[in-house]
């Protein structure tokens, strides 16, 4: 009879097992969906929109300055549809109104104010459109 009760090693079977799992880290590493130690997948480009991630890297922290701009399939989509984007960084919103026909599939930053005056606006026609709160 075997006493294994100060045993701390692994088993045959785990070591076995871990053994089957190194070709596919190994393939892993080789494509680049495992990074190394420390290391996330973080953006290198985002919406300047939404801020949906667009292109990511193996990377130790976000390097925000760098971040580069793009436009993710759907902020593109409602661009083209002749919206205008709204952002003051923060909070972003698509609107269409005769008034801003010039600036059809433009993004306008605006100041946080103005950005809380819309949204006031917009839940004000909501209210009307809706008849309640
Ligand atoms: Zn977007």
């Known amino acids: 009879m075997q006493d294994n009760s100060g045993d701390r090693r692994p088993s045959f079977e785990t070591l076995k097992s871990l053994f ?13 969906k495992i990074g ?3 290391l996330k997948q ?3 480009k985002a919406c300047k929109i939404c801020g949906t991630g667009l292109e990511y890297k193996w990377q130790q922290k976000l390097e925000i300055g760098s971040l580069g701009e793009g436009l993710c399939e759907s902020c593109a989509k409602q661009l083209n549809d002749g919206m205008v984007a709204v952002t003051d960084g923060q909070v972003y919103a698509f609107i269409r109104h005769p008034d801003l026909n ?4 433009q993004v306008m930053c605006v100041t946080t104010k103005t950005m ?3 949204k ?3 839940h004000e026609k909501k209210v009307e459109k809706n008849g309640h709160n």
């Open 42 to 44: 973080l953006p290198t």
């Open 116 to 118: 809380m005056l819309l």
């Open 102 to 105: 010039a600036k059809s599939g």
């Open 36 to 38: 190394g130690k420390g």
């Open 20 to 32: 089957e799992q190194l070709p596919g880290i190994a393939a892993g590493i080789a494509t680049g």
């Open 120 to 122: 006031a606006k917009m």
